[in-house]
RNA sequence: GGGGCCGUAGGGUAGCCUGGUUAUCCUCCCGGCUUUGGGAGCCGGUGACCCGAGUUCAAAUCUCGGCGGCCCCA
C-alpha cells in the first residue's frame, strides 16, 4: 500500500522505492542507486533526448576532475558555486600540488578546450553535449531525483557561435528541443525568463522550464542560457573573421537533469503508483493468467501464444505463483500501461481481457483482433488522456492574481501566482515567494496575457510566476 | 541560514521517561501444504538495538561526539 497522492512527499518517497527506481539507502547524503526498473525508466527516457539531440548535436565526454585554477577562472561563474564544490586533495596520501574539483558543471572543463579547437570562422559553430555526474554539496534537504549530491544525469549541452544574434537563435532552437522533449514525456510545462538575480552565475541572461508538482510547488526541469561572449573573454575563445579579424565567439549552454524523471513519476502517478506513456515504460504489456486446478493448461497456452504476438513490445508473462489480485496491484504499481487478463473463459471463448492503466475499466476483446497496430492506437489513445490529465492537474495549480494580496494568499496556499508587473518592481514579488521570472510564451491550455498593467505601480508590465519551488 | 524531532531484522514498529529474563507485533524473505477472476489461509524457519567514547556490577534505555534521516520557518 502507498500513501495517497495527496500527501506528495510520503507518496513520492515511498513510489521510488516500492516501483524499485531507486534504493535510497546508499549510506552517504544525498546519493541514491538506480534499480535496475529505474535506470530502464532513465536509458528510455534519454534515449529519446539524445535521438532528438543527435540530429546537429555530437555528444562527447570530458574529464570529471577539474583543476582549480581553472574552475576559478571565471569570477562570477565561481561565486555562484564555490560553496557547493567537492574537492579531491589527496592521491593516495600525498597532498595534491593543484586541487581538483569534482565538476559542479562542465564549462571551465569544456571551454579551455574551445579555445584550442576553435580557430577560423569555418570552425563554428560548435555544438555538443555530454550526458554525465556532476556533484553539488547540497546543504538543503536532499530528494532522490529531486536534489542530489550527485546529479547522475546531467545533459549539457555547449554551443559556440560567431555573433550574439546566432547565439540567440541557438537559445531559441534549443527552448524548441526541450519542448519536443517535454512534449513527447507528456509534462506540461512554463517558459520563463529568469530574473537577473536569478540567472545562471556569468550568463547574459537565462530561460527555465517549470513544471508543477502535485503540492504546488514548481519544479525547474530545464535551463538555456545565452553565455553571450562572458565566458570566450574569460578563456580567450576567438576565431578569426571572413575578413580576417580576430572576434570572440558567442556561447549558449543548456541542461537537462534526471529532474525530467522526477516529474514524469510526480505529473502522471496516482494512488496505485506509476503511470508511465508507453514508450518510456520498461515493461509495455504485462499478461496475468488465471489458473484455476486443473484448467491450467488451456489457460497457459493461449498466454503464451498472445505473450509470442506481442514479442515486438516489451511484454512480461507474469506466471509467477501469486495470485491475480496480487500481480494487478504490483504491475499497477509499476505503471504498466496495457494488462491483459487471460482465464478458462477467455481460454473457451478465445478471447483476451483489457485493461489500461489510466482507466479502471475491463473489457474483452477477441484473441484474432490483437495486432501490433491496435497496440499502437490504444498507446495513441491512452497518450491523449494523459495529456488532457496532466494538463487538468497543472492548469488547476496557476492562478491569475490582480493583486499583491492575491499573490500572497495563491503562493500561501500552494499555487502558482501569475501576476503582471514592470521591471523596477519585479523584485518586490520575492517577499511572496520565488520569482521565476518573465513568461516566454503563452501555453495552449492557458488563458492569460502577456502584457498588462503593472500590480504594483500601474505601469507597462510583463507577466511574472511567482510559486514555492523544490 | 534558523529551530524542532528521530535512528531497534529487508520495510514498518513496541520497549527508552524509571538501566536488569530469551527484545514486541505486522510485513517481507525461505521451506511445506493448500489456493488462484482485485493484495488468500495454515504450519515451520532465517533475520535487528546506527557508529564511537563515557557513566555503571550491568546500557536498546543515561551523557557526549560522529554519521544518517524527517519536519517547520526564512
Redo the contacts with the bound molecule.
Sequence with gaps: ??PPKDSF??WY??LI?QAEIMD??Y?????YVWLPFGFKIRQLVYSKLREILDRDHQEVYFPTLIPEDMLMKESEHIKGFE?EVYWVTHGGLEPLEVKLALRPTSETAIYPMFKLWIRSHADLPIKIYQIVNVFRYE??????LIRLREVTSFKEAHTAHRTYEEAEEQVKSAIEIYKEFYDFLIIPYLIFKRPEWDKFPGADYTIAFDTLMPDGRTLQIGTVHNLADNFAKTFDIKYETPEGDHAYVHQTCYGISERCIASLIAIHGDD??LILPFEVAPVQIVI?P????GK?EG?LELSRRLYERLKNFRVVLDES??????????W??KGVPI?F????????NDE??V?FRDE?R?FRVKFDEVSDDLILKWAKEMRERLRSRAIESVKGKVVFCESLDDVAKSVEGRRLALVHVCEKCERELE?YGSVLGQMQEKPDWLNVELEGECVVCRGKGYLVGVAKTY
Design positions: 500500500m502507498l512527499s510520503e518517497h515511498e522505492q535510497i539507502r549510506p552517504v547524503k544525498g546519493l560553496d546543504t538543503k534537504h536532499t530528494r532522490p496505485l503508483g496475468i488465471i489458473l484455476y486446478k491450467e489457460v505463483d501469486e495470485r491475480p489480485g496480487a500481480k494487478y496491484y504490483k499497477e504499481l494488462r487478463e487471460i482465464g478458462p473463459k477467455e481460454y473457451e483476451v481481457v485493461s479502471r475491463k517577499s
